[in-house]
Structure formats: structure tokens, C-alpha cells
């Protein structure tokens, strides 16, 4: 069974500033997706980020991108001048590649909760 | 809009008193899934579907019970409910097939067994 570990319960970074959450994940297959979502206060889950398992260049949306390290079995999110707004719980997710059978769900990490500080 | 949609947001109920949580989704999609998120522990998923009429267990499935009758719909039903099932519930939806298709989640429902 795939696993995802966030080793870091909180984070904390001034505003403006750049800050990286960690993400590792075990599992015995070669391709597969990796997510990252963000759950503000509101509790919405939205989805920030995803990479191809086969891609090997990092995916990037404006001011967060990831860095995939997929020998280390590594997915780090990384969030560029932070904002008031990023503050929020952090879950880095997997799903295997074809949704043809089985439990192809999201496996989820327990989470990071960012705060910005001002 | 796309969307998923949840009812209802907020619950309190009773102990061994049946509830059914509404999930409904207009994207045509094929995939369809409930997870509850405690602290601590993130989301985990209870059951899924891969489509109408074909449903399984995800990793904590007891005490709960799904149907897909149709291909927007999937309630999560709780036959008698316990205080340990208090908790965050999400419906989520994708498409099926291969692709890095992420989930689109509903406004999940705060269910409080007391």
C-alpha cells in the first residue's frame, strides 16, 4: 500500500518570503501522480499543483512550484512570496496511474499548516 | 458551474439514529469518492465508485455504507451511527481513465454524533 509522510506539522515563514513544505511517499510503482492541495479555513480542498510521475521537469503554477525528486521519492512544494492568503493546512496526495481497478483513490498525507506572518 | 455538491454542511445527530449525507455532481464524471479528515491524520477514504452500480471499500469503510444508482449521485449512509464517526466528510469526483485528472471536492459536511 502506497504511503505519504509530511514531516512537518506546521510551517511558518514571514510574508513576502519563500517557503518549502516537504512531501515523501513510498510505493512500488513507477508511474503514478502527485498533488499537493490547499485547505483554507473554509475547509474547500483546492487543488494547487500536480506532477506526471514519467515527467521529470517540475511542474510550476505562478508562485508555487514543486521539486520531484523521484529516485528520493521526494515532492516538496515550494511557495514563492508568500501572501496572507497562502496560509492554510498543506496535504501532498498520490494517485495511482490508471483508475481502471482497485483502490485508485487519493492516498494523503496528514498535512502542514502554514502561517503567514505578517 | 462545475461543482460537487454536499448536504448538509453542518449535522449533529444521535447516536444509532440513521443519516444519509448527499453528494451530487454536475461533470459528468465517472468517479465518485467519500473521505473523512480527522486531525492528525489527514484524509483517508471510505468508499468509492468507479462508476454506476460499481462500488468498493476504501481504507476505513466500517460503519458506513454508499449506492451509485445514477452517475451524479452518491450518498453516504451511516445505518447507526457512533461518536468515533464524528468527523469532516468530503465527496470528491474525477474522471476515470488515465490522466493526471485531480479531484474536485465538495464544501464537506461537519457531522457531530453525540
Known amino acids: 500500500a502506497q504511503t505519504v509522510t509530511q514531516s512537518q506539522p506546521e510551517m511558518s515563514v514571514q510574508e513576502a518570503e519563500t517557503v518549502t513544505l516537504s512531501c515523501t511517499y513510498d510505493?512500488?510503482?513507477?508511474?503514478?501522480?502527485l498533488f499537493w492541495y490547499k485547505q483554507p479555513p473554509s475547509r474547500q480542498m483546492i487543488l494547487v499543483i500536480r506532477?506526471?510521475?514519467?515527467?521529470?521537469q517540475n511542474a510550476t503554477e505562478n508562485r508555487f512550484s514543486v521539486n520531484f525528486q523521484k529516485a528520493a521519492k521526494s515532492f516538496s512544494l515550494k511557495i514563492s512570496d508568500s501572501q496572507l492568503g497562502d496560509a492554510a493546512m498543506y496535504f501532498c496526495?498520490?494517485?495511482?496511474?490508471?483508475?481502471?481497478?482497485?483502490?485508485?483513490?487519493?492516498?494523503f498525507g496528514k498535512g502542514t499548516h502554514l502561517i503567514i506572518q505578517p | 458551474e462545475a461543482q460537487v455538491t454536499q448536504n448538509p454542511r453542518y449535522l449533529i445527530t444521535v447516536t444509532g439514529k440513521k443519516l444519509t449525507v448527499t453528494c451530487s455532481q454536475n461533470m459528468n464524471h465517472e468517479y465518485m469518492s467519500w473521505y473523512r479528515q480527522d486531525p492528525g491524520l489527514g484524509l483517508r477514504q471510505i468508499y468509492y465508485s468507479m462508476n454506476v452500480e460499481v462500488t468498493d471499500k476504501g481504507d476505513v469503510p466500517e460503519g458506513y455504507k454508499v449506492s451509485r444508482k445514477e452517475k451524479r449521485n452518491f450518498p453516504l449512509i451511516l445505518e447507526s451511527p457512533s461518536p468515533n464517526q464524528t468527523s469532516l466528510y468530503f465527496c470528491?469526483?474525477?474522471?476515470?481513465?488515465?490522466?493526471?485528472?485531480?479531484?474536485?471536492f465538495g464544501s464537506g459536511t461537519r457531522l457531530t454524533v453525540v
Open positions: 506532477q506526471e510521475a514519467y515527467k521529470q
Open positions: 470528491a469526483s474525477s474522471r476515470g481513465g488515465l490522466g493526471t485528472y485531480g479531484y474536485t
Open positions: 510505493t512500488s510503482e513507477s508511474d503514478y501522480y
Open positions: 496526495a498520490y494517485r495511482p496511474i490508471y483508475s481502471g481497478g482497485g483502490a485508485d483513490g487519493l492516498t
